[in-house]
């Protein structure tokens, strides 16, 4: 059985493939119903479903080519049922680049990890 830490990390290896094949509705079961995100710009999206309608129009801008999170760091929690992911992520549209830090907070259900909240920060754009 994979560690806590390799299961968090396979995740959200999935969750960039999903986000490069522009499938936002395969993201849904990542995510708990009350999931909040907070985006770059720093607006907050409430609910799983809202997430995956802003990542669908995401994917609707033809400038648009995809998100990738990158892991540093998982720190799971002594009962190991919640986690931290820190990391770095990219955004890639065809005329700009933006980056920057993220936290994701993940919660195990049923045997599953799943996020409760994500916090991006745009610290750099290009184009």
Do not use: C
Not at 17 to 30: D, G, M, T, Y
Not at 37 to 45: K, S, T
Not at 96 to 113: E, F
């Amino acid at each position: 059985m994979p560690s806590s830490e390799d299961a968090i990390r396979a995740r959200r290896r999935l969750t960039n493939k999903f986000i490069a094949a522009h499938e936002a509705q395969r993201l849904a079961p990542f995510f708990v119903a009350d999931a909040n995100l907070i985006g770059g710009e720093g607006g907050l999206i409430s609910g799983v479903r809202r997430i995956v309608e802003a990542f669908a129009a995401q994917f609707a801008d033809p400038d648009f080519i995809t998100y990738e999170r990158t892991p540093a760091q998982i720190t799971v929690d002594m009962d190991d049922a919640r986690a931290a992911e820190r990391g770095t992520w990219v955004g890639r549209w065809k005329d700009q680049t933006l980056a920057g830090d993220y936290l994701a907070v993940w919660r195990k259900m049923t045997g599953q990890w799943v996020i409760e909240q994500e916090l991006y920060v745009t610290l750099s754009r290009e184009g």
